[in-house]
């Protein structure tokens, strides 16, 4: 197709105080697309993610968003123009109820009830919880509501870090078929995960990211689990 992706990283550097992390990342990511970036503990992953969503300033390379140079805009003019990212963690406010944090992030002009029943008709285990602290919720529930609340700033680019966290294999297939009616909707989701199998039935590529660089980058077949093994045992 002749459309830029939604989101590309090309040749991005990032460091902590002088320690290189990122020696030159290419990634893009389409309308529609799940791509996975995968890697080892440390491998840079939440770095790439922070650099996509502007919290993190790269060292070098450039950021665009739907073709247009966005390198160096900050944080909150990227999330207007587009880019959610959902923490690991997933950043919801655990004293405050559902539809508190549902609400308070959204900035796209529609009013309280209707920015709710939309979180609600597309995660209804939420609908009954509205009132409760988010803090009491499950850690599906909590990650339904991360990603329930980052969709009410109707994102461009969804930025995933470590959904799977500390949750139960079922739990995670049912969100990630979430993200993937989410991707179907023209959302461009890039997501982070340290364990591959996870998101493997939900992503359209994999990429590995490893030594600050991305040196495989494919459809997730057999040759990706080659791959992994290599890079997480360090003898690539
Ligand atoms: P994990 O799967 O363990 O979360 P990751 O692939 O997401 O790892 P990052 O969190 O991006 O990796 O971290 C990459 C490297 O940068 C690590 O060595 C980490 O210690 C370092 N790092 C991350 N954040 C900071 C920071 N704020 N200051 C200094 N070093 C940092």
Known sequence: STAPPLLELRGVRAAYEGITVLRGVDLAVAAGQVVALLGPNGAGKTTTLKVAAGIHPPSGGRLLLAGRDVTGVRAGDLARAGVCLIPEGRGVF????????????????RGREETEDAAYARFP??????????????????QMLALARGLTTDPAVLLLDELSMGL????????????????????????VEQFATAVLKTADRAAVLARGRVPWQGRPDSSLHAELSSYYLGSA
């Open 125 to 142: 285990a939420l609908a009954s919880r509205r009132a409760q602290q988010a803090g009491t919720l499950s850690g599906g529930e909590q």
């Open 168 to 191: 139960a294999p079922l739990v995670v297939a049912d969100l990630y078929e979430r993200v993937a009616e989410i991707a179907r909707q023209g959302v461009a989701v890039l997501v």
């Open 94 to 109: 655990p004293n405050l109820s559902v539809r508190d944090n549902l609400w308070m992030m959204t900035f796209t002009g």
